[in-house]
């Protein structure tokens, strides 16, 4: 299995909804607390097992998230940490990078989403409290979504609703918003902690799950949100991001600051299905391709990407 | 935290009873269940909303907490945060916050007095259960007339308190001002007056001064102060190497600049009183420049500083993970003020912030659950040109297939390779770009070495239905599809079920799914499944059939049996494959703004760009034919009236154009015949033409 070696420390690995073989890697120096970022942008090699990069992008500072536009199959954009968010496309040559740079945020942006349905919006959380809502034709964003306490880390649209995404914040809660409505229609106080990252099953719109600092990750059920579906322990820190497969219906992957990736199938009893611990340092990023069923990668501070498909060893040669 | 629900009982109430009655009454109707009772109220649209009722316990526990005066004194937005984390809906928090009380006391008397309670107590706490039993919907307007009183009492008081405050504080500055200020002001304008004395006075004593006298003070002022400058150089200059060293050393950076100001003062002063000097100015100025430098990067060091906390806060004291010993000696470093050295300054700002985006090459694919969830939501979702997204799917499910059984670097069908085929037998009927099957043939053209689907008859059938509308027609093909690839799709459909079990079973085994489905489709042999939830017409690649050899058309003519574009548009496409490359690329975005059309546009330009690009190589191999005068083309210019059924005749001898496209043709002269042809063909033609009565030219 390939790995990929960045230079600086990985936030983010995303792979692309276009390309079976693409990925993009945010990345910043000294951990993210100061110093540049890079968004790289790389193709697994159909002859054996190698990662080769295709372009990489300088920022000013450090790049959290990275999400690829569903609807240009070369463009992508970097949510970086002084607050802006810029719009790259590979297809373009290199001078002409970034194609824009949105800067509306007082703080970091820390999380990007794509709107998959719709293709043509996309949300930014920002520890500045908000969440706004961007298309790619617009300077401006056309939506502020500000009601949480404290920093929102991450957003996820509904696979199915196109107007409803979810939010999760520091402040302890997820909240559920409606782009029509004016406000959040529903709050899901899950954890007693900060939650860091939240995601929806893609075949089961109703499912939300929250992975919180407590180590644990919750199932909801939207329509009966007082009490969790599952409750997945296993994980011996801070559960960073999660993300329900998009071919199985009950399978979740997640990565943990304990730095390893985990699979649950939240069905089953004994959720916990498989384990890698192939990082040295915090697995902060994973992702699981929406083309290519099974296949997955991670990245974390020991700035590495590994792309492994489910089953085999993310390190074996 | 209380999961229970209790319905509102303030429809219930119409007297406010007493506390105690109220939470029995409510604790009763908490043992009832409670979901039919919600359900009952009203089913919102939206699952995404909360559709609890607001539960009174919560709301009062909400107003208490709210009235405490602690809490009175804190922002709004943790108030309503702590509500939120305690599990409250938004209905909840913004009822409770209506019932909070007003906090002066001379509101309590008037919401008294409205509850006719002479005995309630002062205290605020004691009001809050009171009040909560008022019913909502009997008499709000009763309430909210005594808090407009309780209100506009409140002003006046709080405007009279205002305005004595006010008052009283004038009084004390003004008071001050006589007392203290002003003795200190008249010292100052006092001893600013002085001043100026005595700098009038020395201006005055300097100018009736010879110039001789003026001279030679200035030069031996100059001499003084350049040996004073120099000493101090000196004392600089060492000090500096000195300071430097420590600087990489200590980072004293506030003191060193310090310093630097106040020799920078002095040496200004000696300036000031000589005339020359000039390398001190240099040197001073190199120094200064170092300084602000230095000064300014350790200004963004703080200001990065500040940024942190949020960084670093999200994991709590209690349980925080080992970091990594060069995350902890970054942290430390960064606290302390340095910056670490591989940081430089990058300008990422975008070269053109009017840059287009470049265009899409390739359509957004289904998911994978959308695909599942029915081809409806397909069909109604906005997806581009290639409506039904057969391509994407497709294309999807192949790496799903490979993907399982191998490595993840797999062997790509070439996808474009059966388009080209497709388009061929189709002829790329309609401006949708669509692989739709119209060919009256029942054989498909990716129908894998199987036994054939006895449902042909039905697909045969379901396709020559009339075409009504193009929403219906695509539904009939869809259904047509399914049902000509009714084996592949009741084969895959079994995949999936499989693959559920599997993976329910907790374990993802590494079964080849085409290994399953194979089994799965000779134990079933004779068994139909039409099952219309999984529609795809993918098949699972045989491995053990023979590349399919395929065919390729010798040109790429769409313009094949249609009658032949009007003049005007053969000219566009010249002009268009007459551009270069970046210009053709400029066509799509350019028509697009002209036609604004979101749902056509895709279509057509893709159609366009499509047709403009495959042909390109054709049709330039075309072009150059004719500007090689090898081929030519032959246009019919007019024809004898009486000899119109003759002409016609002959036009479709040679274009194989049904009758009514060569009666069409024909009237619409002078138009194009044919193209491409040699000139013995071309003359031939001309000369039957003639012969019937008409008049051709060849070109």
């Known amino acids: ?99 824009r740079s949105l800067k509306e945020h ?58 409803v995404f979810a939010s999760a914040s520091g402040d302890c809660t997820v ?97 916990l299905v498989g384990r890698y611990d192939h990082h040295t340092e915090f697995a902060v990023g994973v992702d699981l391709s929406v083309l290519v069923d099974g296949l997955m990668a991670s990245t974390g501070w020991d700035e590495l990407v590994y792309v492994w498909q489910q089953g085999m060893d993310p390190r074996a040669a | 935290m209380a999961t229970t629900q209790s319905p509102s009982p303030n429809s219930n109430d119409d007297k406010p009873q007493a506390v105690s009655a109220e939470v029995v009454q409510q604790a009763n109707q908490v043992q009832q269940d409670v979901r039919p009772e919600a359900t009952k109220q009203g089913v919102p649209a939206s699952v995404f909303v909360n559709s609890e009722p607001i539960r009174e316990d919560q709301v009062s526990n909400a107003v208490k907490f709210l009235s405490h005066p602690k809490v009175r004194g804190s922002p709004v937005i943790y108030r309503r945060s702590f509500l939120e984390k305690k599990g409250l809906t938004k209905e909840e928090i913004d009822e409770a916050f209506r019932r909070v009380p007003d906090p002066s006391p001379s509101s309590q008397p008037a919401s008294l007095s409205q509850d006719g309670q002479a005995n309630s107590l002062s205290s605020v706490q004691t009001q809050a259960p009171i009040q909560t039993p008022q019913p909502l919907p009997a008499a709000p307007t009763g309430i909210v007339s005594s808090g407009r009183v309780a209100r506009r009492q409140f002003q006046w ?16 500055t003004a008071l001050l001002i006589k007392k203290v200020i002003i003795p200190k002001l008249k010292l100052w304008v006092r001893k600013v007056v ?59 950076m506030d003191a060193q600049v310090q310093e630097m100001k106040s020799m ?110 029915g081809p409806r939501q397909v069909l109604q979702s906005q997806t581009s040109a290639e409506g039904l997204n057969q391509n994407g799917v497709d294309s999807g499910l192949n790496y799903l297939v490979d993907d399982e059984s191998s490595t993840p670097w797999w062997q790509r069908k070439n996808v474009r390779i059966t388009e080209i085929e497709n388009e061929d037998e189709v002829k790329a009927a309609g401006s949708y770009g669509v692989k739709t099957n119209e060919q009256p043939s029942v054989q498909r053209t990716w129908v894998p070495p199987q036994p054939p689907p006895v449902a042909m008859p039905e697909a045969a059938e379901a396709i020559r239905r009339p075409k009504s509308a193009p929403k219906e027609t695509a539904m009939q093909e869809q259904l047509a599809d399914e049902q000509s690839a009714a084996r592949p799709s009741e084969v895959t459909d079994e995949l999936q079920r499989i693959t559920k079990m599997f993976s329910t079973a907790g374990k993802l085994n590494k079964v080849s799914s085409y290994q399953v489905a194979l089994k799965v489709f000779k134990t079933r042999d004779t068994f139909y499944l039409r099952v219309r939830t999984f529609q795809h017409d993918f098949v699972p690649r045989d ?36 551009l270069s490359p970046e210009e053709r690329g400029q066509i799509g975005p350019t028509l697009m703004e002209r036609l604004r059309h979101p749902k056509m546009q895709t279509i057509t330009v893709e159609g366009m760009e499509l047709g403009s690009q495959g042909g390109a190589g054709a049709g330039a191999a075309k072009t150059e034919e004719k500007k090689e005068k090898t081929t030519f083309d032959v246009k019919l210019e007019k024809f004898d009236a009486a000899a119109k059924i003759k002409v016609i005749k002959e036009v479709r001898a040679f274009t194989n154009l049904g009758l009514k496209e060569a009666k069409d043709l024909v009237e619409k002269a002078p138009v194009m015949l044919k193209q491409g042809v040699t000139k013995e063909e071309a003359s031939d033609i001309m000369e039957r033409i003639k012969a019937t009565g008409g008049v051709a030219v060849m070109e």
């Not at chain 1, 954009?77 to 040559?93: E, H, I, N, Q, R």
């Not at chain 1, 860091?196 to 799950?209: F, G, H, P, T, V």
Request: proline share 7%; hydrophobic share 35%; charged share 25%.
């Open chain 2, 543 to 578: 491995p053990k059939a023979k590349p399919k050899k395929l065919k390729y058309p010798q040109f790429y003519d769409p313009y094949g049996p249609r009658p032949p574009p009007s003049d005007k548009i053969v000219e566009l496409a010249d002009c268009i494959s007459a």
């Open chain 2, 194 to 252: 002085l001043e100026e004395d005595n700098v009038y006075a020395k201006k005055i004593d300097a100018k009736p001064s010879l110039a001789e006298e003026a001279a030679a003070a200035a030069k031996a002022a100059a001499a003084a102060a350049s040996d004073v400058a120099k000493a101090s150089q000196e004392m600089l200059n060492s000090k500096n190497e000195e300071r430097r060293r420590f600087e990489e050393f200590m980072n004293l």
């Open chain 2, 157 to 172: 008081y709080h405007a009279v308190s205002a305005v004595g405050l006010l008052a009283a504080s004038g009084c004390g």
């Open chain 1, 175 to 271: 909240r559920i918003w409606d782009v029509r409505e004016p406000g959040s229609t529903m709050i899901i106080p899950g954890h007693e902690h900060e939650i860091l990252s939240c995601d929806w099953n893609k075949y089961d719109e109703c499912l939300i799950a929250t992975a919180s600092v407590d180590k644990s990750i919750k199932i909801w059920d939207v329509r009966n949100y007082r009490v969790p579906v599952s409750v997945l322990n296993g994980h011996g820190y801070a559960v960073r991001k999660i993300k329900f497969s998009p071919h199985r219906r009950n399978l979740l992957v997640s990565c943990s600051y304990d730095m390893t990736v985990c699979l649950w199938d939240f069905m089953v009893e004994d959720a």
């Open chain 2, 264 to 373: 920078s003062n002095s040496i200004r002063k000696l300036e000031g009183q000589a005339n020359s000097s000039g390398r001190a100015f240099s040197d001073h100025d190199d120094h200064r420049a170092s300084a602000s430098s230095t000064k300014q990067s350790y200004a963004n060091g703080n200001v990065d500083l500040n940024v942190q906390p949020g960084r670093t806060s999200t994991l709590p004291a209690s349980a925080e993970p080992p970091h990594p010993k060069s995350f902890m000696e970054k942290m430390e470093m960064i606290q302390r003020g340095e910056k670490p050295s591989n940081i430089r300054e990058v300008n990422d700002m975008p070269p053109n912030p009017n840059q287009q985006l470049s265009n899409p090459r390739i359509t957004p694919r289904t998911k994978p659950w959308e695909a599942q969830n």
């Open chain 1, 1 to 99: 299995m390939p790995v990929f070696k960045t230079p600086f420390n990985g936030y983010s690995v995303r792979f692309s909804p276009f390309y079976e073989s693409r990925l993009a890697v945010a990345t910043a120096q000294n951990f993210g607390i100061l110093g540049n970022g890079r968004v790289h942008v790389i193709d697994l090699a159909s002859s054996g097992p190698v990662i080769n990069e295709l372009i990489a992008f300088d920022t000013a500072d450090g790049v959290y998230d990275v999400a690829w536009s569903e609807s240009h199959d070369s463009v992508l954009v970097a949510a970086v940490a002084d607050g802006s968010m810029k719009v790259y496309d590979t297809a373009l040559p290199p001078q002409a990078n970034p194609v």
């Open chain 1, 106 to 163: 007082a703080r970091e942006v820390h999380g990007l989403d794509y709107n998959p349905t719709r293709r043509d919006s996309f949300l930014s959380a920002s520890w500045d409290d908000s969440v706004k809502l961007w298309t790619l034709d617009r300077p401006a964003s056309l939506r502020t979504f500000r009601e949480h306490a404290y920093c929102v880390y991450s957003v996820a649209w509904n696979p199915k609703h196109a107007d």
